[in-house]
């Protein structure tokens, strides 16, 4: 009996492998999504439990998005069962600067790190903008660098001849006239 005891409680248990981004910048206002997915040996059952947690920047205290300060702004848009625990914060406010951590245990796959995300709520103007002006300049050189080399090098004629006199090359052989323009 107490060999039995002793292997019920030394089953092995696989790890669990949780991922979320490492940080997503939002503007104050709008919705932000916190993605986090895992992997798992082990079948989703109704024992798979999911924990999202929060640290704010401000306060320096930890909380659960049960609480007040979270109610009606925190929607679950994954699924589970393709192993997708993601979340959606809506409207994003400052106070939610922070890091929020995603653990999932489906068990026995109960050992795994949580995974963390750093929430950045930001003003409209703070958030990254695509460098317009390179991307522009960039396509405008590349165009205008066609048109130089197109204009400035070399133009080749190739012409058959099909007039079938005695004193012209053969019809197959093609003659080819070539124009260095020079600036």
Request: contains cysteine; proline residues 4%; hydrophobic residues 45%.
């Given at each position: 009996m107490?060999?039995?005891?002793?292997?019920?409680?030394?089953?092995p248990s696989s790890a669990i492998h949780i991922h979320?981004?490492?940080?997503v910048i939002v503007q104050n206002g709008t919705t932000g999504i916190l993605r986090c997915t895992f992997k798992s040996s082990?079948?989703?059952?109704?024992?798979?439990?999911v924990t999202w947690s929060f640290q704010s920047i401000f306060r320096g205290i930890?909380?659960?998005?049960?609480?007040?300060?979270?109610?009606?702004?925190?929607?679950?848009i994954g699924d589970i069962n393709k192993r997708d625990v993601s979340?959606?914060?809506s409207p994003a406010q400052f106070t939610d600067n922070g890091?929020?951590?995603?653990?999932?245990?489906n068990p026995p796959?109960?050992?795994g790190t949580p995974a963390r995300t750093e929430l950045r709520v930001v003003l409209k103007e703070s958030?990254?903008?695509?460098?317009?002006?390179?991307?522009?300049?960039?396509?405008?050189?590349?165009?205008?660098l066609l048109v130089v080399i197109a204009a400035a090098g070399p133009v080749i004629y190739a012409q058959l001849d099909h007039s079938g006199s005695k004193n012209s090359f053969h019809k197959n052989e093609p003659v080819v006239y070539a124009d260095i323009r020079k600036n």
């Open positions: 107490l060999t039995k005891l002793l292997m019920l409680t030394t089953l979320a981004d490492s940080e082990e079948v989703v059952s109704s024992a798979t439990s930890q909380g659960f998005l049960g609480q007040p300060e979270f109610q009606d702004r925190v929607q679950f979340i959606q914060l890091t929020f951590f995603c653990d999932v245990k796959d109960v050992t958030l990254p903008q695509p460098n317009t002006a390179v991307i522009v300049g960039s396509v405008c050189a590349g165009l205008f």
